[in-house]
C-alpha cells in the first residue's frame, strides 16, 4: 500500500497538482494584468519605468528604518524565503525534478549548504508563528489563512528535513509525506496569499511606476 | 532417498562434516537477527529433522525463481538443505512428466495432508476463467485453491506470486494476481524479489524446520528477519547520498567513484531486501555493487513505478504535457474573462446618461 500510495503521489497526484497549480497560476496572473487601467490623461512628470524598477530593487534589498518588531519580521520573513529558494533549487533531487520536467537541470549546492537553509529557514518561520502568536498588534491582524498559508508553506520544509536525514519514518512513508504536502502546496497557493509568489514583484513594479509617473521621489 | 534419514545423517553422507553443519546454523541464526543461543537450537532441531514433503507449484512465471535457487551457487550447504526437504512436485526439477508427475502431486497431498508446505511460484491468471494459464488441463486457479487446502502453510516465492509480478503490470492483460487474492484462510509468507534471494527461501525454511513455525512478517507478509530494512539502510555507497555526491551518468567520474546511484534511478531507498548483506553469486556482490541501480524487484507494482532510471525524486508521469495544457486552458480562460470584463464595461459606460448642467438647475 505504502508503495502504490507513493507511485500515485509521483504520478497521477503529481498531474493533478500541477495542473491546479499551472491553470489557476496562469489564470489569475494574466487575468491581473489584463485588468488595465485607463489612460492617464495628465503629463508624466517622471517615468513609469524607473519607479517601477526602483521600488522593486528597494523593496527587495534595502533594508527601512524599523521598529524593533518589524525589523525581527523583515529579517526573520527574509531568512524564511531565502532558505526556502535554496533548498527548493539547490538540492540535487530537487534539481533531478526540474531536470525531469523541463528538460534542463543546474549544478546543485553541496548538501551541507542545503542543510543549514533548511534548519535557518524551519527556525525562522517557528520564530515568525511564535511572534504571531505572542505579539497582540500580528494576532488580531492574522486570519485563518495566515496560518493556513503558514502550515503549507512549512510542512514541505519539514518533511524534506526529515526525509534528507531519515527522522522518525521509513523513507517511504516520508517521501510520500513531503510529497504530499508539496502537492497539497500547489493546489492550494493559486487561490490564497501564496499567489504573491508570482504577483509580488509584479505589484512592486506597479506601485513604483505608479509614483514614477507622478513624479514622486521613493 | 530415504524418508527416515534426519538431516544430519544425510549430510554427512554427502561428506559435509558437522563444523561445517553448525557454521551455517550460526549463519542461518546471524541472518534471521536471532540470538547467539539459537545457533545451537537450529542445530539440534536441524539435526533431527525429517524431511518434510514440499508441493512446488509453478504458475505463471519465467522459472527465474527456481534457477535463482539451483543455479545460484552449488553445491553449498543452502542448495543441500534444499535437497533434505521432499521435493514431492516441481514442474522443472522433477523427473516424472505427463500423469505420472500429477499422480505424484496428488499422492503428496493425500498422503500428507495438513502437513505438506505449499510453495508457489507465478501468479495466477483469472480473466476469461483462467484460460491463460493450465497445467493438465486444469487451470492454475484451480490447481491453487486444491492445493491450499491441505497445506501447513503457503510460501509465496518471488514477485509474481507475492504480488503478482510481471504478469500482474498493466495493462495486466490476463487478470493476473497474486496468491494473496486467492487464498484468504492460510499463513502465506511472501518471499518477494525477481528472483528472490536463495539464502533467503532456505532460511524461512530453515525456520520452519527449527521451530514448527513461520518466522515473524512484515504488513506484506514477507519476513521482517530479511526484509526489514531498505537496500539504501544498509548500502555502502550510502555516506555519498549523505554527502549529496551523485553519479549522474554510468560512467562519469561519479560512477567511477563510486558515488550515490540516486539520481540514475536507483529505488533502494524505498526497496525492503536483504541484496546488501546477504549478496548474490556466493556473496560476490549485488547490482549496486556492479554499478547499477536497484529496480524496486522485491516491492509490489515495481514494474508500474515508472522508468528504472528515473529518480525517486521525479515524477513517475508526464508532468510537462499536463502543465502545457493547463497553461494554456488557464491564459485562455484569463483572456476570455478578461473581454468580458471589457464589454461589460463599454456596456455600462454607454448606458450611462449624461448629467448636464441644465439637469442640476432644474432639480
Same mark, same amino acid.
Given at each position: 500500500?505504502?508503495?502504490?500510495?507513493?507511485?500515485?503521489?509521483?504520478?497521477?497526484?503529481?498531474?493533478?497538482?500541477?495542473?491546479?497549480?499551472?491553470?489557476?497560476?496562469?489564470?489569475?496572473?494574466?487575468?491581473?494584468?489584463?485588468?488595465?487601467?485607463?489612460?492617464?490623461?495628465?503629463?508624466?512628470?517622471?517615468?513609469?519605468?524607473?519607479?517601477?524598477?526602483?521600488?522593486?530593487?528597494?523593496?527587495?534589498?534595502?533594508?527601512?528604518?524599523?521598529?524593533?518588531?518589524?525589523?525581527?519580521?523583515?529579517?526573520?520573513?527574509?531568512?524564511?524565503?531565502?532558505?526556502?529558494?535554496?533548498?527548493?533549487?539547490?538540492?540535487?533531487?530537487?534539481?533531478?525534478?526540474?531536470?525531469?520536467?523541463?528538460?534542463?537541470?543546474?549544478?546543485?549546492?553541496?548538501?551541507?549548504?542545503?542543510?543549514?537553509?533548511?534548519?535557518?529557514?524551519?527556525?525562522?518561520?517557528?520564530?515568525?508563528?511564535?511572534?504571531?502568536?505572542?505579539?497582540?498588534?500580528?494576532?488580531?491582524?492574522?486570519?485563518?489563512?495566515?496560518?493556513?498559508?503558514?502550515?503549507?508553506?512549512?510542512?514541505?520544509?519539514?518533511?524534506?528535513?526529515?526525509?534528507?536525514?531519515?527522522?522518525?519514518?521509513?523513507?517511504?512513508?516520508?517521501?510520500?509525506?513531503?510529497?504530499?504536502?508539496?502537492?497539497?502546496?500547489?493546489?492550494?497557493?493559486?487561490?490564497?496569499?501564496?499567489?504573491?509568489?508570482?504577483?509580488?514583484?509584479?505589484?512592486?513594479?506597479?506601485?513604483?511606476?505608479?509614483?514614477?509617473?507622478?513624479?514622486?521621489?521613493? | 532417498?530415504?524418508?527416515?534419514?534426519?538431516?544430519?545423517?544425510?549430510?554427512?553422507?554427502?561428506?559435509?562434516?558437522?563444523?561445517?553443519?553448525?557454521?551455517?546454523?550460526?549463519?542461518?541464526?546471524?541472518?534471521?537477527?536471532?540470538?547467539?543461543?539459537?545457533?545451537?537450537?537450529?542445530?539440534?532441531?536441524?539435526?533431527?529433522?525429517?524431511?518434510?514433503?514440499?508441493?512446488?507449484?509453478?504458475?505463471?512465471?519465467?522459472?527465474?525463481?527456481?534457477?535463482?535457487?539451483?543455479?545460484?551457487?552449488?553445491?553449498?550447504?543452502?542448495?543441500?538443505?534444499?535437497?533434505?526437504?521432499?521435493?514431492?512436485?516441481?514442474?522443472?526439477?522433477?523427473?516424472?512428466?505427463?500423469?505420472?508427475?500429477?499422480?505424484?502431486?496428488?499422492?503428496?497431498?493425500?498422503?500428507?495432508?495438513?502437513?505438506?508446505?505449499?510453495?508457489?511460484?507465478?501468479? =495466477? *491468471?483469472?480473466?476469461?476463467? !483462467? &484460460?491463460?494459464?493450465?497445467?493438465?488441463?486444469?487451470?492454475? +486457479?484451480?490447481? /491453487?485453491? %486444491?492445493?491450499?487446502?491441505?497445506?501447513?502453510?503457503?510460501?509465496?516465492?518471488?514477485?509474481?506470486?507475492?504480488?503478482?509480478?510481471?504478469?500482474?503490470?498493466?495493462?495486466?492483460?490476463?487478470?493476473?494476481?497474486?496468491?494473496?487474492?486467492?487464498?484468504?484462510?492460510?499463513?502465506?509468507?511472501?518471499?518477494?524479489?525477481?528472483?528472490? =534471494? *536463495?539464502?533467503?527461501?532456505? !532460511? &524461512?525454511?530453515?525456520?520452519?524446520?527449527?521451530?514448527?513455525? +513461520?518466522?515473524? /512478517?512484515? %504488513?506484506?507478509?514477507?519476513?521482517?528477519?530479511?526484509?526489514?530494512?531498505?537496500?539504501?539502510?544498509?548500502?555502502?555507497?550510502?555516506?555519498?547520498?549523505?554527502?549529496?555526491?551523485?553519479?549522474?551518468?554510468?560512467?562519469?567520474?561519479?560512477?567511477?567513484?563510486?558515488?550515490?546511484?540516486?539520481?540514475?534511478?536507483?529505488?533502494?531507498?524505498?526497496?525492503?531486501?536483504?541484496?546488501?548483506?546477504?549478496?548474490?553469486?556466493?556473496?560476490?556482490?549485488?547490482?549496486?555493487?556492479?554499478?547499477?541501480?536497484?529496480?524496486?524487484?522485491?516491492?509490489?507494482?515495481?514494474?508500474?513505478?515508472?522508468?528504472?532510471?528515473?529518480?525517486?525524486?521525479?515524477?513517475?508521469?508526464?508532468?510537462?504535457?499536463?502543465?502545457?495544457?493547463?497553461?494554456?486552458?488557464?491564459?485562455?480562460?484569463?483572456?476570455?474573462?478578461?473581454?468580458?470584463?471589457?464589454?461589460?464595461?463599454?456596456?455600462?459606460?454607454?448606458?450611462?446618461?449624461?448629467?448636464?448642467?441644465?439637469?442640476?438647475?432644474?432639480?
Amino acid at each position: 500500500m505504502d508503495q502504490e500510495l507513493l507511485l500515485w503521489m509521483r504520478g497521477a497526484g503529481l498531474q493533478i497538482a500541477s495542473a491546479v497549480f499551472v491553470l489557476g497560476m496562469s489564470y489569475r496572473m494574466l487575468h491581473l494584468l489584463m485588468l488595465g487601467r485607463k489612460k492617464s490623461l495628465a503629463a508624466a512628470r517622471g517615468s513609469e519605468w524607473a519607479g517601477g524598477l526602483r521600488t522593486m530593487w528597494r523593496r527587495s534589498f534595502v533594508l527601512p528604518r524599523l521598529s524593533p518588531r518589524g525589523k525581527f519580521t523583515v529579517v526573520a520573513g527574509y531568512l524564511f524565503h531565502i532558505g526556502f529558494f535554496v533548498t527548493l533549487f539547490f538540492l540535487s533531487q530537487h534539481i533531478a525534478l526540474f531536470r525531469a520536467v523541463f528538460g534542463f537541470g543546474w549544478p546543485a549546492l553541496p548538501r551541507g549548504a542545503i542543510d543549514i537553509a533548511a534548519v535557518l529557514s524551519i527556525a525562522a518561520m517557528i520564530a515568525l508563528l511564535a511572534h504571531r502568536l505572542v505579539d497582540p498588534v500580528k494576532r488580531l491582524l492574522s486570519d485563518f489563512q495566515d496560518y493556513l498559508t503558514w502550515a503549507l508553506s512549512f510542512l514541505p520544509l519539514l518533511t524534506g528535513f526529515m526525509l534528507l536525514r531519515e527522522i522518525g519514518f521509513e523513507y517511504v512513508t516520508l517521501l510520500t509525506l513531503h510529497i504530499a504536502s508539496v502537492e497539497l502546496l500547489l493546489i492550494v497557493s493559486p487561490f490564497t496569499k501564496l499567489a504573491h509568489m508570482f504577483s509580488t514583484f509584479i505589484a512592486r513594479w506597479y506601485n513604483g511606476a505608479v509614483n514614477g509617473f507622478k513624479g514622486i521621489q521613493t | 532417498m530415504k524418508e527416515q534419514e534426519t538431516l544430519e545423517q544425510r549430510l554427512s553422507g554427502q561428506g559435509v562434516s558437522r563444523r561445517a553443519f553448525l557454521k551455517f546454523c550460526a549463519a542461518m541464526a546471524t541472518m534471521m537477527a536471532l540470538p547467539p543461543s539459537s545457533a545451537s537450537a537450529i542445530a539440534t532441531a536441524l539435526a533431527k529433522a525429517k524431511r518434510p514433503s514440499v508441493i512446488w507449484l509453478s504458475f505463471q512465471e519465467c522459472t527465474g525463481c527456481t534457477e535463482s535457487l539451483t543455479r545460484s551457487h552449488s553445491p553449498t550447504l543452502e542448495s543441500l538443505i534444499f535437497d533434505m526437504i521432499s521435493l514431492d512436485y516441481h514442474h522443472t526439477l522433477q523427473a516424472a512428466s505427463g500423469f505420472a508427475a500429477e499422480q505424484a502431486r496428488d499422492d503428496a497431498m493425500k498422503a500428507f495432508y495438513g502437513q505438506y508446505l505449499l510453495l508457489v511460484d507465478g501468479s =495466477i *491468471p483469472l480473466k476469461d476463467g !483462467g &484460460v491463460y494459464s493450465t497445467i493438465a488441463g486444469r487451470t492454475n +486457479l484451480d490447481m /491453487l485453491e %486444491e492445493a491450499a487446502k491441505g497445506a501447513a502453510a503457503i510460501i509465496a516465492v518471488g514477485s509474481c506470486a507475492a504480488f503478482g509480478g510481471l504478469p500482474n503490470a498493466q495493462p495486466n492483460p490476463t487478470g493476473a494476481v497474486p496468491v494473496s487474492d486467492i487464498v484468504k484462510d492460510k499463513l502465506i509468507v511472501n518471499i518477494s524479489g525477481c528472483p528472490p =534471494i *536463495p539464502a533467503v527461501i532456505t !532460511g &524461512v525454511l530453515a525456520h520452519y524446520l527449527t521451530f514448527g513455525e +513461520l518466522p515473524a /512478517l512484515d %504488513e506484506l507478509g514477507r519476513p521482517k528477519a530479511f526484509y526489514g530494512e531498505t537496500i539504501h539502510d544498509r548500502c555502502y555507497r550510502r555516506p555519498f547520498y549523505d554527502q549529496g555526491k551523485f553519479a549522474k551518468t554510468f560512467d562519469d567520474e561519479g560512477a567511477r567513484n563510486g558515488w550515490c546511484l540516486y539520481e540514475l534511478g536507483c529505488k533502494g531507498p524505498t526497496t525492503h531486501n536483504a541484496c546488501a548483506t546477504t549478496k548474490w553469486n556466493g556473496g560476490a556482490g549485488f547490482p549496486i555493487e556492479a554499478g547499477h541501480g536497484c529496480i524496486g524487484c522485491s516491492e509490489p507494482k515495481f514494474w508500474d513505478a515508472g522508468s528504472f532510471y528515473t529518480p525517486l525524486s521525479a515524477p513517475a508521469a508526464d508532468v510537462t504535457t499536463v502543465a502545457q495544457a493547463a497553461a494554456v486552458i488557464g491564459a485562455g480562460a484569463a483572456i476570455a474573462l478578461s473581454a468580458v470584463d471589457r464589454a461589460k464595461k463599454r456596456k455600462a459606460q454607454q448606458a450611462r446618461e449624461k448629467l448636464t448642467v441644465e439637469d442640476l438647475k432644474g432639480s
